[in-house]
């Protein structure tokens, strides 16, 4: 049986049909109070999707599925344990003698009746029936109205964010056991992070799980999906998370948003990964109108990414999520379903994306540019340049993502550790304050703090030396937050190793070199930086062409002076420090057509007490920072005495 399935999956069958799959049996999962998760959900999307279907002229190329099964349990157990299937099977169950006369039971935000366990296997068996369909080839391609949704399922004990068994995710793992399907793409669009599926895959190298979502931080539900995590060590960069920080100030991604991510970096990452099949989950609400996502993609925004993947892999099974205002949801799902149906639709191709939008996606970008080859390539590093300015031209490192300039300042938006420390530099309250008030003056000049965007305006410190050389130098042996992830420790680790860091005590974090006219004849950042700059020769090398900026014959011995003596004091002070300074960096720019040059202490995403520091508690002060200080004024001073 297995092999006339296998031989069946690989007949080439030109089939144009797509499947449409809903079932009224869905709408069993009910609750007995107001709730955005309930059946007019689905029924409003089959309604519109019929209602289209009646006046379509091709409608023969559609095939409904409306009548399922339970699933089989066996299909459950290749996501969930049988505790917490038992769980959800005997949650109406009579206790001993005692009856359960409940009728609905609530588990904090999710609910479940009496019918909601076998509604939820039916909604599991109709979507691996779409699989079935896609994989025998019977089908192009499926759309999937289901509820309960699920990608919040799978890593909690108990059903929660409105998910009793993750679909998409058994879909997955069926389509692998049943079909030896090797590589699969989640794609999930839903405004909340798949917290639930990008745990069962975390450590699956051959399924690429995509989720780009609201994340404002942190704060935003499920407070998951941070681009930081990409995989687990055996599935490194097959975890990929875009992640939105809306601000309070009416930037709102929309279609521009999600068009500029997938371009520039979602398609290009599964076109590489080139994908057997193609799982959608599909949320609604990070469609305008939703009252919960409050993010205003368009039904042409979810059709767009449906066409882009479609035309990297044609078997696309696409699953409903959220989407909690019935009009908004239906029209989304009808886009889709129209997309998948294969009408044509005219796409605006002149977007706009916002400062939030484009700092997300470069965030993610940064993360996983040392893996996906495409993401480095020319086309796509000018499509970014042509919606970020000249900020790649200006800034080195991994702080593109983080910056917008405007002339004389920029706004760099922060992480919560950095948002905090800039923010209780001036507190006379905080025990730390004399010491602040010493280490200011070796930091770029702060302007303005805004706690609803996370960021900070501060000087721009290109300003005036547009024409210059940056060298942009991560301080310490370590890099790494010693209480943070033992992942980010491993790479951190690897960076070092790479780069000769333990024995320097720093690494470059990005590099660029201008000649005689101002133009770009060296550009590295990030892992280019420090691949190429090994040991120290190399490492005085390039600090001495810094210093030696627009060609000049000698090295500036001004801006020697001055940097060697501005290191020197900023390393007076630390000694007397009763805190650690973790992935801080010295930025210095030489610009010797304009005869002028900067140097500052910058980045404080990991500022902690001496005694925080697990691997290292009785410090008395930072010398992990200090140790990379001296070095550096060593070679400083080397390069000033030839």
């Given at each position: 049986m297995q092999q006339i399935q296998e031989e069946l999956a690989n007949l080439k069958l030109d089939t144009n049909i797509t499947g449409f799959i809903h079932c009224e049996d869905f709408d069993q999962h009910f609750s007995n109070k107001d709730h955005p998760e309930n059946p007019k959900r689905t029924q409003s999307i089959d309604k519109t999707i019929q209602n289209y279907l009646s006046q379509y002229d091709g409608r023969l190329q559609v095939e409904q599925l409306s009548n399922f099964k339970k699933c089989n349990i066996e299909y459950l157990r290749l996501v969930y344990d049988q505790e917490y299937i038992d769980f959800v099977e005997g949650l109406f169950d009579d206790i001993g003698d005692q009856k359960n006369t409940k009728q609905v039971m609530y588990l904090s935000d999710t609910y479940l009746c009496k019918t909601s366990p076998q509604t939820a296997r039916k909604c599991v068996q109709a979507v691996l029936e779409g699989v079935d369909k896609i994989l025998t080839n019977q089908w192009r391609n499926a759309f999937c109205s289901v509820r309960p949704?699920?990608?919040?399922?799978?890593?909690?004990?108990?059903?929660?964010?409105?998910?009793?068994?993750?679909?998409?995710?058994?879909?997955?793992?069926?389509?692998?056991?049943?079909?030896?399907?090797?590589?699969?793409?989640?794609?999930?669009?839903d405004v909340h992070h798949c917290d639930g599926t990008e745990q069962v895959f975390f450590d699956d190298p051959d399924t690429l799980v995509i989720s780009i979502h609201r994340f404002d931080h942190g704060d935003f539900y499920p407070r998951s999906g941070d681009p930081e995590k990409i995989g687990g060590a055996n599935a490194e960069f097959k975890n990929v998370n875009v992640g939105w920080n809306v601000p309070s100030d009416g930037n709102i991604p929309?279609?521009?948003?999600?068009?500029?991510?997938?371009?520039?970096?979602?398609?290009?990452?599964?076109?590489e990964f080139r994908p057997d099949f193609i799982i959608i989950s599909a949320g609604y609400d990070s469609a305008k109108g939703d009252p919960l996502g409050c993010i205003e993609n368009t039904p042409e925004g979810y059709q767009?990414?449906?066409?882009?993947l479609q035309q990297i892999c044609p078997k696309v099974l696409a699953v409903l999520e959220g989407g909690y205002n019935y009009d908004v949801t239906a029209a989304c799902a009808l886009a889709t379903f129209k997309q998948l149906m294969g009408v044509p639709q005219q796409f605006n191709n002149d977007i706009q994306p916002c400062k939030c939008g484009i700092s997300a996606v470069t965030t993610t970008v940064d993360k996983h540019k040392e893996f996906w080859t495409c993401l480095s390539s020319q086309q796509l590093t000018e499509y970014q340049k042509k919606y970020i300015g000249q900020v790649a031209d200006l800034?080195?490192?991994?702080h593109l993502q983080s910056f917008q300039i405007k002339k004389d300042i920029i706004i760099k938006t922060t992480k919560k550790g950095e948002f905090q420390f800039y923010s209780t530099l001036n507190d006379k309250s905080n025990p730390f304050y004399e010491e602040n008030q010493r280490l200011i003056r070796f930091m770029p000049k702060l302007i303005s703090l805004d706690e609803n965007a996370c960021s900070i305006t501060m000087e721009n410190l290109t300003y005036g030396l547009e024409n210059g050389s940056i060298i942009d130098l991560k301080i310490g042996y370590k890099t790494y937050n010693p209480n943070g992830s033992a992942l980010k420790r491993e790479k951190e680790i690897k960076k070092a190793i790479q780069c000769d860091q333990k024995y320097m005590g720093f690494r470059v974090a990005g590099i660029k070199i201008r000649d005689q006219i101002g133009a770009l004849t060296v550009n590295k950042n990030g892992s280019e930086a420090y691949k190429w700059i090994k040991n120290d020769k190399q490492m005085r090398d390039i600090i001495e062409q810094v210093f030696r900026s627009n060609l000049i014959e000698e090295p500036n011995k001004e801006a020697l002076k001055g940097c060697i003596q501005f290191i020197q004091e900023l390393i007076e002070v630390l000694q007397t420090c009763k805190r650690m300074f973790r992935n801080t960096s010295i930025l210095i720019i030489v610009d010797n057509l304009s005869q002028q040059y900067r140097i500052r202490w910058i980045d404080f995403n990991y500022v902690m007490n001496l005694s925080d520091d697990c691997e290292n508690p009785n410090a008395e002060m930072d010398n992990n920072v200090i140790g990379g200080l001296k070095y550096l004024n060593s070679m400083l001073r080397q390069i000033e005495s030839k």
């Open positions: 949704p699920g990608h919040h399922s799978g890593h909690k004990p108990k059903p929660t964010g409105f998910c009793v068994y993750n679909n998409v995710a058994i879909a997955a793992k069926y389509a692998r056991q049943k079909y030896n399907v090797k590589k699969i793409v989640i794609f999930d669009w929309g279609y521009d948003d999600y068009v500029y991510a997938f371009d520039r970096l979602l398609g290009p990452i599964v076109k767009y990414m449906t066409e882009q800034i080195s490192g991994g």
